[in-house]
Nanobody, 122 residues
Framework: QVQLVESGGGSVQAGGSLRLSCAASGSIFSIYVMGWYRQAPGKQRELVAFVTRGNSTNYADSVKGRFTISRNNANSMVYLQMNSLEPEDTATYYC????????????????WGKGTLVTVSS
């Protein structure tokens, strides 16, 4: 079992920045992929970005060039630096992990946090 706790959400004006953090605990040795998803009101949950243990990254087209995912394996943390935020980025952001090398794009994630709300006003 892996427990995930997100922090860093809040309200910001368009063009601003936020940094989300996620702390993993439990069976952290089993984590291979760490990532962020988001779900806006009335919309499906979507992948934002993920990073593998070897620091390979993948981003949704909508956030490329604006968001940066990073990972600290020493303290089992994953971060999402969000710059140039837009009202369309308003959503609840979820941290998630996967234990094996299979792509989350196809197989999804194993464990999820409870989410942190990001609100971007115009």
């Amino acid at each position: 079992q892996v427990q995930l706790v997100e922090s860093g959400g809040g309200s910001v004006q368009a063009g601003g920045s936020l940094r989300l953090s996620c702390a993993a605990s439990g069976s952290i040795f089993s984590i291979y992929v760490m990532g962020w998803y988001r779900q806006a009101p009335g919309k499906q949950r979507e992948l934002v970005a993920f990073v593998t243990r070897g620091n390979s990254t993948n981003y949704a087209d909508s956030v490329k060039g604006r968001f940066t995912i990073s990972r600290n394996n020493a303290n089992s943390m994953v971060y999402l630096q969000m710059n140039s935020l837009e009202p369309e980025d308003t959503a609840t952001y979820y941290c998630a992990t996967r234990a094996d090398r299979r792509s989350p794009l196809i197989y999804g994630m194993d464990y999820w946090g409870k989410g942190t709300l990001v609100t971007v006003s115009s």
